[in-house]
């Protein structure tokens, strides 16, 4: 079986994939870092907040874990105007995404917490540390190095499911494609250049995050 590949022919659209693959990019990395400080919040609540606010937070990771990250978009896009909160649909996958994250985040650096031992703390406190510094240097520093392998994984998951987000009509690089697939209907090579396009994506984070963790914990 043969088959004519048209490649030649997406040229004329590069820049429109150039573009697409641009906004996932932006829309990834807002969501891992806004998803990471929601995560950081909610972890050091429900490892240390009082009973209610660990209960709220347990609601809210135990909701978006156990529910599609597609119907959350479409919560966000589509069911928020009825309360009177309109979006754009970059606005709302953005929030979507960052909310995801967060909740799997949270459980992520809440391990992380649970595991830096007692005495550790107890060391800071003695050596006459304040609450902050004990938090930041102590346990949540620790912790997010011993986790980050974790995270850096559930970041580049989202990186691959923001694709998703194509759903509510948010640009990025697979509503691209769907768009120049509509207009050329050259479908193998549209999404074989995709598939490379998140190969290489996902690539460079993975990278990216890795010289992170260098500059971070390796000191």
């Given at each position: 079986m043969s088959y004519d590949f048209r490649l030649k022919s997406l040229v004329p659209f590069?820049?429109?994939?150039?573009?697409?693959?641009?906004?996932?990019?932006?829309?990834?990395a807002g969501a891992m870092t806004i998803g990471l400080?929601?995560?950081?919040?909610?972890?050091?609540?429900?490892?240390?907040?009082?009973?209610?606010?660990?209960?709220?937070?347990?609601?809210?990771?135990?909701?978006?874990?156990?529910?599609p990250l597609l119907v959350q978009c479409f919560f966000v896009f589509f069911g928020l105007p009825s309360l009177g909160i309109h979006l754009t649909a970059g606005q709302a996958a953005l929030i979507a995404l960052s909310v995801n994250l967060?909740?799997?985040?949270?459980?992520?650096?809440?391990?992380?917490?649970?595991?830096?031992?007692?005495?550790?703390?107890?060391?800071g406190v003695s050596l006459a540390l304040t609450r902050t510094q004990v938090f930041r240097h102590v346990i949540l520093f620790p912790a997010l190095k011993n986790v980050y392998p974790a995270l850096a994984s559930q970041f580049i998951l989202l990186l691959l499911g923001s694709s998703v987000v194509s759903q509510i009509s948010a640009q990025e690089l697979f509503y691209t494609a769907a768009f120049i697939d509509s207009r050329t209907f050259l479908s193998?090579?549209?999404?074989?250049?995709?598939?490379?396009?998140?190969?290489?994506?996902?690539?460079?984070?993975?990278?990216?995050?890795?010289?992170?963790?260098?500059?971070?914990?390796?000191?």
């Amino acid at each position: 079986m043969s088959y004519d590949f048209r490649l030649k022919s997406l040229v004329p659209f590069a820049d429109q994939f150039l573009q697409g693959a641009f906004a996932t990019i932006e829309l990834s990395a807002g969501a891992m870092t806004i998803g990471l400080a929601i995560g950081i919040v909610c972890a050091v609540l429900k490892a240390q907040g009082p009973p209610k606010i660990r209960l709220l937070v347990n609601g809210y990771v135990e909701i978006i874990r156990n529910t599609p990250l597609l119907v959350q978009c479409f919560f966000v896009f589509f069911g928020l105007p009825s309360l009177g909160i309109h979006l754009t649909a970059g606005q709302a996958a953005l929030i979507a995404l960052s909310v995801n994250l967060g909740a799997y985040a949270t459980e992520i650096i809440r391990a992380g917490v649970e595991s830096i031992h007692r005495g550790q703390i107890e060391a800071g406190v003695s050596l006459a540390l304040t609450r902050t510094q004990v938090f930041r240097h102590v346990i949540l520093f620790p912790a997010l190095k011993n986790v980050y392998p974790a995270l850096a994984s559930q970041f580049i998951l989202l990186l691959l499911g923001s694709s998703v987000v194509s759903q509510i009509s948010a640009q990025e690089l697979f509503y691209t494609a769907a768009f120049i697939d509509s207009r050329t209907f050259l479908s193998f090579e549209i999404y074989l250049v995709v598939i490379l396009t998140y190969l290489v994506l996902a690539l460079l984070f993975r990278s990216v995050l890795g010289l992170l963790y260098k500059m971070l914990f390796r000191r």
